[in-house]
């Protein structure tokens, strides 16, 4: 049995799969979320990557104390670990890995990334620290030479019915909107119900930021009224088990990823280990040795991909997954995916 530290953020209850992973080792994990502060001069979305000015002394003493009493003689977690993971690791402080290799030489610590450096923090500032370091960013693998590594899925135990043609959700994207309504209208006119939701603010929030990009003529990028009272717009989104159980019960779910970066999804990976079928607009998704067409609809062209024939294919069939990709699939089973972290 080893001790593990597990630093990582609260995103889509991903965390709690890891932790049960380790569990059912028969590891202790203690689990320290992570911060995302907008003054930390690392952080591409805060004030520096907004292009303003912090006091980055003033940070990262502030910082450092906030470690050494977390994980200091006297702090909650001041023990001796075996482990070190860390999962993304915004808010890190080298001063982590000082405290800890001194209670423990032989501390083994990894650091697995699902979001990139250039798009949310420059996790590269600590790779250094680390014993090994993954990503599932292919270009930034490259980048700062660190292994290439998608993000797991879980298996799920029994079966459920076919409920939606398509299941996608997400925040509110120009692009998002335009491929939902898209699919919304194929569903309707197929008769085959669909399950698509962009998520966004309250009516306040959402009137002030309209009001704001209006009069700095930046509305172009920011939801319709029109959108906005439609059924596919939601306020909440849906909880970890709500969505698990929606993939679940759809055949083919629609998975947009963000401008900087290629790596595969968490909604992706865990649609490829349920054998559904997936429309992305991940390009970056063909380099990857389990896909296959038939399973994955690449969409080029947003505004013309479903005059295609291989569409109208892709559409109609029913994906049953071969052996060979299947076996190549089974590698990111969280259980496979957390062993080739750990080896050493």
Not at 17 to 38: H, K, M, Q, T, Y
Not at 65 to 87: A, M, N, P, T
Request: glycine content about 6%; hydrophobic content about 40%.
């Amino acid at each position: 049995m080893s001790k593990v530290l597990f630093i990582g953020p609260q995103f889509m209850g991903i965390y709690k799969d890891i932790i049960a992973e380790f569990n059912r080792r028969g590891d202790e994990v203690d689990f320290i979320a992570e911060r995302s502060l907008p003054e930390d001069p690392y952080n591409v979305r805060g004030i520096v990557g907004k292009g303003g000015e912090v006091d980055e002394a003033k940070f990262f003493s502030e910082n450092e104390c906030y470690w050494r009493q977390l994980i200091g003689e006297d702090g909650e977690f001041g023990k001796k670990y075996d482990i070190l993971f860390v999962l993304d690791g915004q808010g890190l402080h080298p001063v982590v890995f000082e405290i800890l290799r001194k209670r423990n030489p032989d501390l083994y610590s990894v650091n697995y990334l699902f979001d990139t450096t250039k798009g949310v923090y420059r996790f590269d500032k600590h790779f250094a620290l680390f014993d090994k370091v993954a990503t599932f960013d292919i270009e930034e693998s490259k980048q700062y030479c660190v292994n290439l590594l998608p993000i797991y899925w879980v298996p799920v135990k029994g079966e459920k019915p076919v409920r939606y043609k398509f299941f996608g959700v997400g925040r509110y994207k120009p692009e998002r909107a335009r491929l939902f309504r898209k699919l919304q209208e194929i569903s309707e006119n197929t008769n085959n119900p669909a399950y698509l939701k962009l998520q966004g603010e309250h009516i306040k929030m959402f009137t002030l930021k309209y009001l704001f990009r209006t009069i700095f003529r930046k509305a172009d990028g920011h939801i319709t009224w029109k959108d906005y009272y439609s059924q596919m717009y939601m306020l909440d989104p849906l909880s970890v088990n709500d969505f698990r159980e929606k993939l679940i019960e759809s055949e083919i779910i629609i998975d947009t990823n963000a401008p900087h970066q290629d790596g595969l999804t968490a909604r992706f990976m865990w649609a490829l280990g349920l054998g559904k079928k997936i429309l992305t607009t991940n390009e970056a998704a063909k380099l990857y040795d389990f896909y296959t067409p038939e399973q994955v609809f690449v969409i080029g062209d947003l505004d013309r991909f479903d005059e295609s024939k291989d569409f109208s294919v892709f559409l109609s069939s029913v994906f049953e997954p071969n052996a060979a990709i299947a076996q190549k699939v089974v590698a990111y089973r969280i259980d496979n995916w957390l062993d080739i972290l750990l080896t050493k």
